[in-house]
């Protein structure tokens, strides 16, 4: 093989492993690789294209970047018309459908339904053409929306190319399927941080967010918005059949299309509303935004039986979350002081229920937010809850003011401790300066002792509060001096509890490094980031001795991470702190370097030879499978080959092996081998 011959082959190889990739993570939600070598894939791909830049693809998942940008957009037809859905405001409702769906098909009595978690998002039609996506566009008025196929490409859950197993039938000839792009509520908090930041102007919801980075006319904009799509339904469709709803699903996760896993076949309405039930109550806890459960019929010739009104399905209703909104009033406004010394306003409201849960405090990030929003003392105000992230107040009711309201700006003194306040150029916030400000100590203590953190139950907000007034914790590290006897006559102390709080603290004596890294409250490192580091740097030592340039070596990791990190430990208040904690007792467990998910004895660091055709999978995906084991996966056996796999009609490579004497396996034993992974 020349060697240009070899480096096409590597990269096609390359691109195949990602594509199934892509699919495990996607459409399964079930990935067999860590994502630092799912990015190593990538990166070795980028680099081969950028060295043989006549060897790139146009289906190569790295030109997922952009396209040239448009004009306009152009018209996109929908063969099928793109209905609505009739809505359920209640359970009585959803009867009401059920008993219609019954008396249409003549009294049939036992209807299977599949209940899906109704997406708030905006809708697309993705067109397939013998496998490969010729097209996407936006609902628009059902008939006519629009042409957006360069940044729906742009969506890493979309598959360019449909899954088709090597035996089974081949995907259809034509196939328009639907869905929703949506992102996830964690994607849109941290878009909008960016774009606070940034100053730039913020999405009021993850589905405008999610529409505003749909309906770009640079595709690279799209490329760079975490968008994902879950797919529930087919327009027109040829070269295929489905016999019901539930089957559509399963086919569609099958040809590499994401489905959402939380769907569920419901033999009977019942079971339809107690899924909706049981959905309502994950609601808040999931990681997008729904606004209710779609009920469907699952049997295809009854959806056809029972056809269409003018704009929505006789088939399928939606049933609705109450919502997750509320009006109520600004009573005042507070500033509060968190442990990096940023002083939040906080409204406090006429208490309120939103979705089932009273609130009274909401968010209002800073003053330019407040000045934007206009939002004064006294107004009527919108607000929204939105999963367990804090109340946030999305705009005032205009319609609702009578004058009497006061403009409110940001104090000059810490409410704290009197300190100087300053707006450092360049950001959004106010600052307290003052370090030993009690209300940073305050929240870097609770902090420090969080779940997550060094986990120290029985130091809630209150206690905290009462032993930095008490003059007892200057620090964290004060925390491991306390005696009882210091507790013991504090409003709220008797022996037993003050028992159980000192045994509580020395209980958390020996975090484990990810904890301890998160506990510190270091800007920018949440437990996510503590688990990289510490999984790259195996101990606090090593952590501390990091340069930005080795910490920014960690996929994950950026510039302003790094800054962060070498910062925190460069400050001698900070190597005080930690140093004081280490001489207290803190023994922080170490992590294990490299030991990556999903490495493995079996195949760590061996090199492994295919030859043949396997039954159960294609050999890229069994590549990809020992490869995120941590083997190495090459095409020629030699002396260095730990060893071969031979499937169904091996050839040379076999008997090279066997002349070397290298272990060679069957499927069977491979399969048995992989067992756990799969
Ligand atoms: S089915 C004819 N299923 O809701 C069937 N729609 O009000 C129509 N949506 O435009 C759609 N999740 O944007 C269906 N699992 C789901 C959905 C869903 C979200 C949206 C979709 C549609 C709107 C209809």
């Given at each position: 093989m020349t060697e240009q011959e070899e480096i096409r082959r590597r990269m096609e190889s390359l691109r195949q492993e990602i594509r199934f990739h892509d699919y495990r993570y996607?459409?399964?939600?079930?990935?067999?690789?860590?994502d630092s070598d799912y990015d190593a894939l990538l990166r070795e791909l980028t680099d081969l294209e950028k060295a043989y830049?006549?060897?790139?693809?146009?289906?190569?998942?790295?030109?997922?970047?952009g396209f040239p940008p448009l004009d306009r957009f152009e018209p996109f037809v929908h063969e099928v018309p793109m209905l609505s859905l009739e809505n359920a405001m209640n359970e009585e409702e959803v009867f009401d459908f059920h008993r219609r769906v019954q008396r249409l098909l003549a009294?049939?009595?036992e209807i299977v339904y599949v209940a899906e978690p109704k997406m708030d998002g905006l809708a697309v039609e993705v067109l397939y053409e013998n496998g490969l996506l010729m097209g996407a566009g936006t609902r628009?008025?059902?008939?006519v929306g629009e042409d957006v196929t360069p940044n729906v490409k742009m969506?890493?859950?979309?598959?360019w190319t449909l899954r088709a197993p090597p035996e089974g039938p081949a995907v259809p000839s034509r196939l328009a399927v639907r869905g929703e792009v949506f992102m996830d509520r964690k994607d849109f908090e941290a878009l909008n941080e960016n774009r606070r930041n940034a100053g730039e102007p913020l999405f009021a919801n993850p589905r405008n967010a999610a529409a505003g980075s749909l309906r770009q006319l640079d595709s690279a904009i799209t490329a760079s918005r975490p968008l994902k799509t879950y797919f529930y339904g087919v327009g027109s469709m040829e070269g295929w059949e489905f016999t019901s709803q539930w089957e559509m699903l399963e086919q569609l996760r099958h040809w590499g299309l994401p489905v959402n896993p939380r769907s569920r076949r419901c033999p009977t309405i019942k079971e339809a509303l107690e899924y909706f039930r049981s959905l309502a109550m994950e609601r808040d806890r999931l990681p997008y935004d729904t606004d209710g459960v779609v009920i469907k019929v699952d049997r295809i010739d009854w959806q056809r039986q029972l056809g269409e009104k003018s704009r929505s399905p006789r088939w399928a209703i939606a049933c609705k979350f109450p919502p997750h909104e509320a009006q109520t009033r600004v009573k005042d406004i507070i500033v509060q002081v968190g442990r990096t010394g940023v002083l939040t306003p906080v409204a406090v409201l006429d208490p309120v229920s939103v979705g089932g849960v009273t609130v009274q405090r909401a968010t209002l990030h800073n003053e330019d937010e407040i000045r934007r929003k206009d939002i004064r003392l006294g107004d009527w105000v919108k607000v929204r809850r939105a999963g367990d992230v804090i109340p946030e107040v999305i705009?005032?009711?205009?319609?609702?003011?009578?004058?009497?309201e006061t403009v409110f700006s940001m104090p000059?003194?810490?409410?704290?401790?009197?300190g100087g306040v300053i707006r450092l150029p360049g950001e959004s916030v106010h600052r307290?300066?003052?370090?030993?400000c009690p209300a940073q100590i305050k929240a870097a203590i609770r902090h420090f002792a969080s779940r997550g953190a060094m986990?120290?139950?029985?130091?809630?907000k209150e206690t905290v509060s009462l032993l930095v007034e008490r003059g007892l914790?200057?620090?964290?590290?004060?925390l491991y001096r306390l005696r009882k006897e210091n507790l013991?006559?504090?409003?709220?102390?008797a022996e037993k509890s003050a028992e159980n709080l000192v045994a509580s603290i020395s209980g958390?004596?020996?975090?484990s490094l990810p904890e301890f890294l998160f506990a510190?409250?270091?800007?920018?490192?949440?437990s996510h980031v503590a688990e990289l580091l510490a999984a790259h740097f195996g101990s606090l030592d090593a952590v501390r001795r990091a340069t930005a340039e080795e910490l920014q070596q960690?996929?994950?990791?950026?510039e302003k991470v790094a800054f962060s990190v070498t910062s925190y430990f460069s400050h001698p208040a900070n190597r005080r702190l930690v140093e004081e904690l280490l001489r207290a007792g803190i023994r922080v467990r170490e992590s294990h370097p490299a030991?990556?998910?999903?490495?493995?004895a079996t195949w760590a660091g061996k090199t492994v030879v295919f030859t043949g055709t396997l039954s159960s999978m294609t050999r890229q995906e069994a590549a990809a499978h020992v490869s995120a084991m941590g083997a190495k996966v090459t095409d020629n056996v030699s002396r260095k080959t730990d060893m071969v796999i031979a499937g169904?009609?091996?050839?040379?490579k076999l008997e090279k092996a066997n002349r070397l004497g290298v272990v060679v396996l069957n499927e069977e034993e491979f399969l048995d081998r992989l067992k756990g992974i799969l």
């Amino acid at each position: 093989m020349t060697e240009q011959e070899e480096i096409r082959r590597r990269m096609e190889s390359l691109r195949q492993e990602i594509r199934f990739h892509d699919y495990r993570y996607y459409a399964l939600d079930a990935p067999v690789i860590s994502d630092s070598d799912y990015d190593a894939l990538l990166r070795e791909l980028t680099d081969l294209e950028k060295a043989y830049p006549g060897l790139v693809t146009p289906d190569s998942p790295t030109q997922r970047v952009g396209f040239p940008p448009l004009d306009r957009f152009e018209p996109f037809v929908h063969e099928v018309p793109m209905l609505s859905l009739e809505n359920a405001m209640n359970e009585e409702e959803v009867f009401d459908f059920h008993r219609r769906v019954q008396r249409l098909l003549a009294g049939e009595n036992e209807i299977v339904y599949v209940a899906e978690p109704k997406m708030d998002g905006l809708a697309v039609e993705v067109l397939y053409e013998n496998g490969l996506l010729m097209g996407a566009g936006t609902r628009g008025d059902g008939m006519v929306g629009e042409d957006v196929t360069p940044n729906v490409k742009m969506i890493r859950s979309v598959p360019w190319t449909l899954r088709a197993p090597p035996e089974g039938p081949a995907v259809p000839s034509r196939l328009a399927v639907r869905g929703e792009v949506f992102m996830d509520r964690k994607d849109f908090e941290a878009l909008n941080e960016n774009r606070r930041n940034a100053g730039e102007p913020l999405f009021a919801n993850p589905r405008n967010a999610a529409a505003g980075s749909l309906r770009q006319l640079d595709s690279a904009i799209t490329a760079s918005r975490p968008l994902k799509t879950y797919f529930y339904g087919v327009g027109s469709m040829e070269g295929w059949e489905f016999t019901s709803q539930w089957e559509m699903l399963e086919q569609l996760r099958h040809w590499g299309l994401p489905v959402n896993p939380r769907s569920r076949r419901c033999p009977t309405i019942k079971e339809a509303l107690e899924y909706f039930r049981s959905l309502a109550m994950e609601r808040d806890r999931l990681p997008y935004d729904t606004d209710g459960v779609v009920i469907k019929v699952d049997r295809i010739d009854w959806q056809r039986q029972l056809g269409e009104k003018s704009r929505s399905p006789r088939w399928a209703i939606a049933c609705k979350f109450p919502p997750h909104e509320a009006q109520t009033r600004v009573k005042d406004i507070i500033v509060q002081v968190g442990r990096t010394g940023v002083l939040t306003p906080v409204a406090v409201l006429d208490p309120v229920s939103v979705g089932g849960v009273t609130v009274q405090r909401a968010t209002l990030h800073n003053e330019d937010e407040i000045r934007r929003k206009d939002i004064r003392l006294g107004d009527w105000v919108k607000v929204r809850r939105a999963g367990d992230v804090i109340p946030e107040v999305i705009e005032i009711v205009r319609e609702k003011r009578t004058g009497a309201e006061t403009v409110f700006s940001m104090p000059d003194r810490c409410p704290a401790c009197e300190g100087g306040v300053i707006r450092l150029p360049g950001e959004s916030v106010h600052r307290c300066l003052n370090v030993s400000c009690p209300a940073q100590i305050k929240a870097a203590i609770r902090h420090f002792a969080s779940r997550g953190a060094m986990n120290i139950d029985g130091l809630g907000k209150e206690t905290v509060s009462l032993l930095v007034e008490r003059g007892l914790l200057k620090s964290a590290a004060d925390l491991y001096r306390l005696r009882k006897e210091n507790l013991l006559g504090l409003p709220g102390f008797a022996e037993k509890s003050a028992e159980n709080l000192v045994a509580s603290i020395s209980g958390s004596m020996q975090p484990s490094l990810p904890e301890f890294l998160f506990a510190l409250g270091i800007y920018h490192v949440g437990s996510h980031v503590a688990e990289l580091l510490a999984a790259h740097f195996g101990s606090l030592d090593a952590v501390r001795r990091a340069t930005a340039e080795e910490l920014q070596q960690i996929s994950g990791i950026g510039e302003k991470v790094a800054f962060s990190v070498t910062s925190y430990f460069s400050h001698p208040a900070n190597r005080r702190l930690v140093e004081e904690l280490l001489r207290a007792g803190i023994r922080v467990r170490e992590s294990h370097p490299a030991r990556q998910w999903g490495v493995d004895a079996t195949w760590a660091g061996k090199t492994v030879v295919f030859t043949g055709t396997l039954s159960s999978m294609t050999r890229q995906e069994a590549a990809a499978h020992v490869s995120a084991m941590g083997a190495k996966v090459t095409d020629n056996v030699s002396r260095k080959t730990d060893m071969v796999i031979a499937g169904k009609d091996p050839g040379s490579k076999l008997e090279k092996a066997n002349r070397l004497g290298v272990v060679v396996l069957n499927e069977e034993e491979f399969l048995d081998r992989l067992k756990g992974i799969l």
